[in-house]
């Protein structure tokens, strides 16, 4: 049983740029979500897919953005970013919308310039 | 609002020495209550869910309770290796909209030897 991955581990991004990061979920979970851990916060959600649709979405605007494909893997998106955008980002997968146990990646660090 | 809040923010230990963490929280309509544990760098590693007051959880060194206000992590005994940042998540009952965890800012813990 494969855990959940995320690529890459570090990505380092000037203002206004662009970003993309991926995740695996573990073997058959279909639920993926989203975090962002901001340096000595806790996590905090941005949103979450299940059955590549978005069914839930926490404070965050609409520059950030994500998908959901057929094996269940996952995007996110970060437009125009920003300089406190810098953050851990965490993938979470869990097996369906009734199973509360989350399992999380390693996250992709990303510093905004 | 639903919140979590953690005390302390930080703890330095002598190997040996027992203590305990505090999760206090607010949610409307509980479904479970969650610890976490996370290394530098790392992804949170699930330790315990929590589901109704009087409830307790152990694994090895670690044991979780649970009140209608309030969680704790007791740490009996602990070793170097159980330095770490303990996070604590509420989950509220979305009847099975959304799985989302709602985070506490963590209590990072030093065992010295």
């Known amino acids: 049983e494969t855990g959940v991955t995320q690529s890459p581990t570090h990505l380092i991004k000037t203002r206004g740029q662009q970003v993309t990061l991926r995740c695996s979920s573990q073997s058959g979970h279909n639920t993926v979500s989203w975090y962002q851990q901001a340096l000595g916060q806790g996590p905090q959600f941005i949103f979450q897919?299940?059955?590549?649709?978005?069914?839930g979405r926490g404070n965050f605007p609409p520059r950030f953005s994500g998908l959901q494909f057929p094996n269940y893997s996952s995007e996110l998106n970060v437009n125009a970013l920003e300089l406190n955008d810098s953050a851990l980002y965490l993938c979470a997968s869990s097996s369906g919308l009734l199973n509360e146990k989350l399992f999380f990646g390693s996250g992709t660090q990303l510093s905004v310039l | 609002e639903d919140q979590v809040t953690q005390s302390p923010e930080a703890l330095r230990l002598q190997e040996g020495e027992s203590s305990s963490l505090n999760c206090s929280y607010t949610?409307?309509?509980?479904?479970?209550l969650f610890w976490y544990r996370q290394d530098p760098g790392k992804g949170p590693e699930f330790l315990f869910t929590?589901?109704?007051a009087g409830e307790e959880k152990e694994k090895e060194r670690l044991k979780a309770t649970l009140t209608k206000k309030e969680s704790f992590l007791h740490i009996t005994a602990p070793k170097p290796e159980d330095s770490a940042t303990y996070l604590c998540?509420?989950?509220?009952?979305?009847?099975?909209?959304?799985?989302?965890?709602?985070f506490g800012t963590g209590t990072l813990l030093a065992v010295q030897p």
């Open positions: 929590l589901y109704s």
């Open positions: 897919y299940y059955r590549e649709e978005e069914n």
């Open positions: 949610v409307s309509g509980l479904r479970g």
């Open positions: 998540a509420v989950q509220r009952n979305y009847g099975g909209a959304t799985n989302k965890l709602i």
